[in-house]
């Protein structure tokens, strides 16, 4: 119905012994036509993702741009903590050696690769 807050739901999960308590806000694909402006507002102030569903099933999720934002910005930093974490482990195992820039640079100056 117009001005309801879309259909909220709650549901736990346990993760190292700790219950955390997640609510879903979910609309459906009509109010989100009817709702779009009060619904962008909603998510501004909320601060969570909103599901949008189609026939019963989670079709989209909407987040507030800084959200996004912040997600994105923490799945470079994890990418860039994995890919060190990787490379840590090669130089390790000995699958991958490492050179000081200096050493790097004097090598590709000799075979002309560098301009001195």
Excluded: N, W
């Amino acid at each position: 119905m117009p001005g309801d807050s879309p259909f909220a739901c709650t549901f736990s999960c346990t993760v190292s012994g700790t219950i955390t308590f997640v609510a879903l806000q979910m609309v459906t694909v009509a109010d989100l036509r009817g709702r779009m402006a009060e619904l962008l507002e909603q998510l501004q102030r909320a601060r969570g993702p909103l599901y949008v569903t189609q026939r019963g099933q989670a079709r989209a999720v909407l987040l507030a741009v800084e959200e996004y934002d912040a997600l994105l910005d923490q799945l470079e930093y994890l990418d860039d903590s994995l890919e060190a974490l990787r490379a840590k482990e090669r130089r390790e195992s000995g699958r991958e050696r490492t050179e000081p820039l200096e050493t790097v640079m004097r090598h590709l100056r000799t075979r002309g690769r560098v301009s001195r």
